[in-house]
């Protein structure tokens, strides 16, 4: 839950990265089970591709087969499981697959990961009592386990886009506290909290495309980001460039180069966060 140790393809020595500094990771090998179900994500056939993962976890969990060459690999699975739910908006996959991760593998670096996804899923239910409750619970985690200062500020963060309290100036007052807070050294965390600041501007009847561009075309510039929230930040950029070529055509400008912006930020979107499908349909 602390480190990762790894080695690089070709070299031999291990090398060790504290996990909460760790954006993602590439195997270059795996499980044959895990292989393929990457290859049918990879051609967009995540349903084969859960069933398959669901599987091979249940034949560990299970005590029918053993993973002895690839450690790393079934608690792999069943991140990816709720990974794929999350980004396909299957909210109670996400619920139930966080579940058994957290107790089936309670040291994984995934588990901080599977508290905010199950979170997040409650949140975009509508049941934000649970969310909070699930929040309350991964505190506990954060500080029986002494994690570090990132997982506090994921909470801070889970924690205000739940609060049906906290709307409008007051929110957006929230998130960017949250985001220079993360600063620098938490950049996943920066451009998440600047994701939903942005996208606070683009909700109810005033919107303000010209304050949220600014806020989207930060995090474009600096993309240290998770998929979902970089699928977030470029669906967001279009949003903002639409709106202006639709300002310009009712002047004197020429909208075209801009429409021709916007439209490349939503292909973006379309082409490589393909399985992001909050944004997907949208762009």
Do not use: H
């Not at 044959?32 to 669901?54: I, P, Q, R």
């Not at 991964?138 to 049906?164: G, M, P």
């Not at 929230?174 to 501007?201: C, D, H, K, M, W």
């Not at 075209?256 to 082409?271: F, G, H, K, S, W």
């Amino acid at each position: 839950m602390k480190s990762v140790s790894y080695r690089e393809e070709g070299k031999n020595a291990t090398q060790t990265v504290d996990a909460d500094k760790v954006l993602s990771i590439d195997y270059t090998r795996m499980p044959k089970e895990v292989d393929e179900a990457e290859t049918l994500v990879a051609e967009g056939d995540v349903v084969s591709a859960a069933g398959l993962l669901d599987l091979y976890l249940k034949g560990i969990l299970e005590g029918n087969s053993r993973e002895t060459r690839y450690k790393w690999a079934p608690a792999y699975a069943a991140w990816r499981l709720v990974d794929l739910y999350l980004s396909g908006g299957n909210l109670d996959g996400v619920v139930n697959e966080a579940d058994r991760l957290i107790k089936s593998f309670p040291d994984s670096r995934y588990v901080p990961y599977a508290y905010l996804a199950k979170a997040e899923a409650q949140r975009v239910s509508g049941k934000a009592p649970a969310a909070m409750a699930t929040l309350t619970e991964f505190r506990s985690v954060i500080d029986s386990k002494t994690l570090t200062r990132r997982w506090s500020l994921e909470a801070d963060l889970a924690e205000a886009l739940t609060d049906t309290n906290l709307k409008g100036q007051a929110k957006r007052d929230r998130l960017i506290e949250l985001a220079s807070a993360a600063g620098t050294e938490f950049p996943t965390v920066r451009n998440r909290a600047q994701v939903a600041e942005g996208e606070s501007y683009l909700e109810g009847q005033n919107k303000d495309f010209a304050s949220a561009r600014k806020v989207f075309q930060r995090i474009a510039e600096s993309p240290r980001a998770d998929r979902a929230t970089l699928a977030g930040a470029y669906t967001g950029l279009g949003d903002c460039l639409f709106q202006e070529a639709v300002d310009l055509s009712k002047g004197s400008g020429d909208p075209t180069p801009t429409l021709e912006a916007a439209l490349e930020n939503y292909l973006r979107v379309v082409v490589v966060y393909k399985e992001q499908q909050r944004y997907v349909p949208k762009a």
